[in-house]
């Protein structure tokens, strides 16, 4: 079964983290849109914002999703050259990298419509902007029933859907499970069930 993932915002699992620069464009918003971005147009140093012993492997880059080797190299093995890597430098609060902080940004290239929103109990949300579009947010909690469609999402690995691609990724349970077993931290997945 796939899984609807976010990072943990659990304040010992969420290290805060800014931009030192970054390019005055909007790619870091992109990010999330699956359009294929240029190294020059992302920022390539964020700097921690609070006191952090150990970061987790899945962080947040402001807006965007900071991702170990490890997960970058085991992306690679699944879906080779489908996805992009940004490599980050990461920089403690006074300004100095963080020893043994090899991490990137993460920008899925995949999105598609999985969700099956006639199975999948939820309700449909206007876009806050005049030229937003309007998304699907399965219902959370004990009600949560995410059905996805296999013969859309099947064969991928990582991805995000097209009616909420602003709100998590979705990764196979090949992904997961590898993910669980590497003890990776720290994510949330909510299970999703395929429609047959």
Not at 12 to 40: C, H, I, T
Not at 127 to 134: I, L, M, Q, T
Request: proline share 8%.
């Amino acid at each position: 079964m796939p899984y609807l993932c976010n990072q943990s915002r659990t304040p010992r699992y969420a290290p805060m983290f800014e931009w030192v620069s970054k390019p005055d464009n909007d790619a870091v918003w992109r990010l999330k849109q699956g359009v294929r971005l240029a190294p020059e147009e992302l920022p390539t140093h964020a700097q921690l914002r609070t006191r952090f012993k150990t970061l987790p492997d899945f962080i947040h880059l402001a807006s965007a999703w900071g991702v170990t080797d490890a997960f970058r190299d085991k992306v690679e093995e699944l879906e080779p050259g489908v996805h992009q890597f940004f490599p980050v430098t990461l920089l403690d609060p006074k300004g100095v990298p963080i020893e043994g902080a090899h991490y990137s940004i993460l920008n899925v290239m995949t999105i598609v419509q999985a969700m099956d929103t006639e199975l999948t109990h939820g309700d449909w949300i206007e876009p806050r902007r005049p030229n937003g579009k309007r998304i699907f947010e399965p219902a959370r909690g004990v009600n949560l029933h995410m059905v996805l469609r296999r013969d859309v999402a099947g064969s991928l690995h990582l991805w995000r859907d097209a009616l909420r691609p602003e709100s998590g990724v979705f990764f196979s349970d090949v992904l997961w499970d590898w993910v669980q077993r590497q003890k990776l931290k720290k994510l949330v997945g909510e299970r999703a069930i395929w429609a047959d």
